[in-house]
């Protein structure tokens, strides 16, 4: 079963990223990243590329991470400590969801496997 069946799939996703989000834009160590942003369409977004991470869906059609966040490296400064604050507020959002930790720790495994294309290395 992937991990996206294991986490309750579809409306699972869809209730972590948005109180995801809550939780991301309450924190002032990476709410600036999103000022201007269209949320809602961010939101979407996150859904879609989760739920290829995941395992739920068979591609995913949005831009490559370093791509996506190659302007935020270079003129915000996107750095690690930005990323350990994005996979702790990820990681606080699924116990709030009363997610096994056996799934977090999965989740935080597929987190780590894209840092260094988030962060342009």
Same mark, same amino acid.
């Given at each position: 079963? *992937? ?5 309750? %799939? ?7 990223? /948005?109180? $995801?989000? &809550? +939780? ?6 990476? @709410?600036?990243? $999103?000022?201007?942003?269209?949320? /809602?369409?961010?939101? @979407?977004?996150? +859904?879609? $590329?989760? *739920?290829?991470?995941?395992? %739920?869906?068979? #591609?995913? =059609? ?13 003129? +915000? %400064?996107? @750095?690690? %400590?930005?990323? /350990?604050?994005?996979? &702790? =507020?990820?990681?606080?959002?699924? #116990? ?8 977090? *720790?999965?989740?935080? +495994?597929?987190? &780590? *496997? ?8």
């Amino acid at each position: 079963m *992937s991990l996206y069946d294991q986490l309750g %799939g579809a409306p699972a996703v869809e209730a972590a990223v /948005d109180r $995801f989000y &809550e +939780k991301v834009l309450a924190d002032e160590r990476i @709410n600036h990243f $999103f000022e201007g942003v269209d949320m /809602d369409r961010m939101r @979407n977004h996150q +859904k879609r $590329f989760l *739920s290829y991470a995941f395992g %739920g869906a068979p #591609e995913y =059609n949005g831009r490559g991470m370093r791509a996506a966040h190659q302007r935020l490296v270079d003129e +915000k %400064g996107l @750095n690690d %400590g930005h990323f /350990d604050a994005v996979v &702790e =507020n990820l990681a606080q959002t699924l #116990e709030e969801l009363e997610v096994a930790p056996e799934l977090i *720790s999965e989740v935080a +495994k597929v987190a &780590e *496997s894209i840092r260094d294309e988030v962060l342009a290395r």
